[in-house]
């Protein structure tokens, strides 16, 4: 993966992979990227990477396939197969590699054929952290990465976790006093107010840049494990 068969990940790149018609909604995806990696969705110990390729349909040449499972966002214990192809193309003057879409580029999930933030925590973001870390081994890398969801969800939790009314109520007012902030309306009017649409939120914020989001969150996971040990 830090081979120059892969492209140097960029939040350049990853602007220019969703700006697809499919990927207009910007905003949230790069979250869904971001929460996919900062909050362990992606298990490294299944980490392929597959140089061995051969495309059949003879459009790139030098085809490099990263393949990791992700955990889905709501379903415990369910996880998706994902694949990120990267390659040359075949014909032309251009003999960068590139992130190559679907159908080289897969996922499990029912929105595997676009660039779902599964397969794009995969392709944009583990791979820029393992192209930024480049002197880290493997196991230093398992080491910085929160633990994997999948293993977090067999562990056994509080039962106030489980059954938190209370606390399900403290955080909707807590929201509503935020959207107060926001907007100049009384905290009654917003409470229980979850009809805003992917779209219309996405329009109200800036999209984040994952890449700078990675590299300050890496810095962090690196001043937190030196001080805790």
Not at 55 to 72: F, K, R, T
Not at 146 to 162: G, K
Not at 169 to 184: C, F, G, L, M, Q
Not at 191 to 209: L, M, S, V, Y
Request: charged fraction near 30%.
């Amino acid at each position: 993966m830090r081979s120059e068969r892969l492209p140097r990940m960029s939040d350049e790149l990853i602007n220019a992979i969703l700006t697809s018609p499919q990927n207009r909604s910007r905003t949230g995806l790069k979250e869904r990227i971001l929460k996919h990696v900062k909050r362990g969705s992606l298990s490294l110990d299944t980490l392929t990477v597959r140089t061995d390729l051969v495309d059949q349909l003879e459009a790139y040449n030098d085809v490099v396939l990263v393949g990791m499972m992700c955990s889905a966002s709501q379903k415990k214990g369910k996880t998706y197969n994902v694949n990120a192809a990267f390659g040359v193309k075949a014909e032309g003057s251009n003999r960068c590699p590139e992130y190559i879409g679907f159908p080289y580029s897969k996922c499990e999930c029912p929105n595997g054929m676009t660039d779902c933030g599964h397969k794009m925590s995969a392709a944009g973001g583990m791979v820029f952290i393992i192209q930024h870390h480049s002197q880290w081994t493997f196991d230093k890398l398992k080491e910085m990465m929160p633990e994997p969801i999948r293993v977090v969800e067999s562990l056994p939790i509080p039962v106030a976790y489980a059954f938190s009314g209370v606390a399900t109520k403290e955080r909707e007012t807590d929201r509503a006093v935020k959207k107060r902030a926001k907007k100049d309306t009384p905290v009654e009017d917003v409470i229980g107010d979850n009809e805003e649409t992917d779209d219309e939120d996405d329009a109200k914020r800036p999209p984040p840049q994952v890449c700078d989001e990675l590299r300050d969150w890496m810095k962090a996971c690196n001043v937190r494990k030196r001080v805790t040990g």
